[in-house]
């Protein structure tokens, strides 16, 4: 292999694969160790005020909440709201929508990144 896989590489493609694999809970809990912050809380269900939104952060009560218990598998969101929380926590901000995109997107390349050297499309199965 001509790139080194570094452990922060292979930290985020587990956060996705716990997503993947339906682990919201136990992803939000190593992300919140990873960056030394409290865990924020996971609810299906939006406040009225969010009611159109996918997904929302509401910082006062630290939660992340879904509409519907889909996007629990959905990286990209979990990820994206994760993002507002941790901007909440170190400097009270909510972050820059653009921001809590690639810090989705970094995650999601990382996981590419291990899927592609195991070269998934060439395994053989049993
Ligand atoms: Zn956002």
New binding site residues.
């Given amino acids: 292999m001509s790139k080194m896989i570094t452990a922060e590489t292979l930290f985020r493609a587990r956060i996705i694969s716990l997503i993947l694999t339906n682990d919201a809970e136990k992803a939000l809990e190593l992300l919140s160790q990873h960056y030394k912050v409290v865990r924020p809380k996971l609810k299906v269900g939006m406040p009225k005020r969010y009611s159109k939104k996918l997904a929302?952060?509401v910082a006062k009560k630290q939660t992340i909440h879904v509409s519907c218990s889909d996007i629990l598998h959905n990286p990209h969101v979990i990820l994206?709201?994760f993002?507002?929380h941790l901007r909440n926590f170190t400097d009270s901000q909510?972050g820059i929508?653009k921001y809590?995109d690639k810090f989705a997107k970094d995650y999601l390349n990382a996981y590419r990144r291990i899927a592609a050297s195991y070269d998934l499309t060439r395994m053989e199965l049993q």
Wanted: charged share 35%.
């Fill in positions: 929302c952060y994206h709201e993002y507002h909510r929508e809590a």
